[in-house]
Nanobody, 124 residues
Framework: QVQLIESGGGLVQAGGSLRLSCAASGRTLSLYAMGWFRQAPGKEREFVARISWTGAIKYYADAVKGRFTISRDNAKNTVYLQMNSLKPEDTAVYYC?????????????????WGQGTQVTVSS
């Protein structure tokens, strides 16, 4: 059974930083495009960032561009989301996502595989 497992969330003050991690069990994620999405209370889940299988291609939502960085370490079968200059509006549950098909991300449509999510709370 394939599982995506996020970690690294927590409570941080505005202006602070967090690094989220997404690891996979049951299947390698090193061959596939990966993404991060988030869902704030009362809002729909939204795209945050995506990365190609080599890490050479990255896409970001406008709201996080310049503050967040997506990266991956295929040897560790892990994808990261470095979040700097956090704002209260970044408060959400953050989800790792893939379709285990694409190697290069096309568009912001999520795949079928999700982790359980990790809570990020930014206080003002």
């Amino acid at each position: 059974q394939v599982q995506l497992i996020e970690s690294g969330g927590g409570l941080v003050q505005a202006g602070g930083s967090l690094r989220l991690s997404c690891a996979a069990s049951g299947r390698t994620l090193s061959l596939y495009a990966m993404g991060w999405f988030r869902q704030a209370p009362g809002k729909e889940r939204e795209f945050v960032a995506r990365i190609s299988w080599t890490g050479a291609i990255k896409y970001y939502a406008d709201a996080v561009k310049g503050r967040f960085t997506i990266s991956r370490d295929n040897a560790k079968n892990t994808v990261y989301l470095q979040m700097n200059s956090l704002k209260p509006e970044d408060t959400a549950v953050y989800y790792c996502n893939t379709d285990f098909r694409q190697t290069i991300p096309t568009g912001n449509r999520p795949g079928d595989y999700w982790g359980q999510g990790t809570q990020v709370t930014v206080s003002s």
